[in-house]
């Protein structure tokens, strides 16, 4: 048996456009102010760890990638974990909180007992709280809070997406224009940093970078002189560069009206409240840009192996991995068997270390796999190789085969097998797992529970 969509998709993307405009009025000056705070944290040493319970847990690990893996090329990897991923529950999220840390906590609801405790534990400790919530309930005692005018847990969770990326586009922004951040020390990041010495003594030299000072080691770099441009990272000049060759910003293309001299944060942040607004608007051109019948059409197919006793697998890597996660998570929510071939990491490590990577699911697709199951993959580039060889395993097995995929579909959008593949029209990571999310949210609303 088949079913349509148990409610209007229309109806829902404008429901969708409704909440995150809401959320954007009410907290888009609030994300800016946030990711200053975070940037100056982490410049101080401090270490984020996200929290969440339920479904909500793999957001929590989506936040820890973001940070820990940015998927800008030369971005600082900054310190960022998220401890519900420990499947045996020792690690908890209150004992892992250090004097200067971040805690992040999210739900798709009001904030849990757990949640709570966890922020009153790092506000013990010092440490930076954010809560990320749905409304309902008391205000959680958070410096940072973030509520998401519905109920709807999918569209929760979709908007606390976007605004968990644009903390840490902000946060990167910040990093790379120093005169924003007190405290920091300028070149302990991924790449290195050019600046002006302003004054030599011994083999110390003092660098400006646009605004701030710091004295380095010049050992490295011979007759080092008032007025040279030196390369410098970790407190150590590396090289003396023409004029012409500092590098470029890598995260200009982010928020270009952003100079590394400013110093007025005020300033700053009302630039990056209307860029934020701007990729608010992107998202929804994103989402009522998704095809509709071809969703309709996916949930329809999968619908029809589950009814008549598959099972799906999901799977990706990063922060698809999440998603995958999230997936399975509500599927099986829903009554429908579901499993995520990113779930156990022994298995995934064990296969990655022994026959390779691009078969840490092809390996379970084929020892798990039915030819009545399906196979759900994430891949924002569509070419991951690791997903590819699953797909291709799936095929072989007789198994409905379902990708999305950003970009231009990559390798997966050329393969004339695969049997359903929806597709995000967009380049940038953060935006086609947005988009992703609420695909794949209206596809859960499409097939709907066991009858």
Aim: hydrophobic share 45%.
């Amino acid at each position: 048996m088949t079913v349509p969509f148990t409610t209007d998709p229309q109806a829902r993307l404008q429901e969708r456009e409704r909440v995150l405009g809401t959320f954007l009025d009410d907290h888009a000056e609030k994300l800016g102010r946030a990711s200053h705070a975070m940037a100056r944290a982490f410049g101080r040493g401090g270490t984020l760890i996200a929290g969440g319970t339920g479904s909500a847990a793999t957001d929590a690990a989506h936040v820890a990638v973001e940070f820990l893996h940015p998927v800008i090329v030369g971005k600082r990897a900054l310190p960022a974990l998220a401890p519900s991923n420990d499947p045996t529950g020792s690690t908890q999220r209150a004992g892992a909180i250090r004097a200067g840390d971040i805690a992040m906590s999210i739900t798709h609801g009001p904030l849990d007992d757990a949640g709570s405790a966890f922020l009153a534990a790092a506000a013990r400790q010092g440490g930076l709280t954010i809560a990320l919530t749905g409304t309902g309930g008391p205000p959680p005692p958070a410096d940072h809070l973030f509520t998401v005018p519905s109920r709807d847990p999918h569209l929760i969770q979709e908007v606390q997406e976007f605004a968990y990326h644009v903390l840490w586009e902000l946060v990167h922004t910040f990093f790379e224009h120093p005169g924003l951040i007190e405290d920091a020390c300028i070149t302990c990041g991924d790449i290195a940093l050019p600046g002006r010495v302003v004054a030599v003594e011994g083999a110390t030299a003092t660098v400006d970078f646009d605004g701030l000072r710091e004295e380095v080691a010049a050992e490295l770099v011979e007759g080092v002189a008032v007025g040279d441009l030196l390369l410098c990272h970790a407190g150590v000049a590396l090289e003396r560069l023409e004029p012409e060759a500092a590098p470029e910003d890598p995260t200009a293309f982010l928020y270009p009206f952003l100079q590394r001299s400013e110093r007025d944060v005020d300033v700053v942040l009302r630039d990056a409240l209307a860029s934020t607004l701007q990729k608010g608007e992107e998202v929804l051109r994103l989402q009522h840009g998704l095809d509709i019948p071809a969703i309709d059409g996916c949930a329809r197919a999968i619908r029809k192996r589950l009814v008549t006793g598959g099972r799906v697998l999901t799977l990706g890597n990063g922060g698809s991995c999440t998603d995958a996660q999230d997936l399975a998570s509500d599927l099986l929510d829903r009554g429908w068997p579901a499993t995520a071939l990113v779930n156990d990491v022994s298995t995934v490590t064990a296969l990655a270390n022994d026959v390779g990577f691009e078969n840490v699911f092809s390996r379970q697709v084929v020892a798990f796999g039915r030819n009545r199951d399906v196979v759900i993959a994430f891949s924002t580039s569509g070419s991951s190789q690791n997903v590819v060889s699953a797909l291709a395993a799936a095929h072989r097995l007789g198994m409905l085969t379902c990708a999305i995929v950003g970009h231009d579909g990559g390798l997966i959008g050329t393969l004339p097998w695969i049997d359903q593949l929806l597709h995000v029209h967009s380049e940038y990571v953060p935006r086609v797992q947005e988009a992703q999310a609420t695909m794949y949210h209206l596809i859960l609303e499409a097939i709907g529970t066991p009858t």
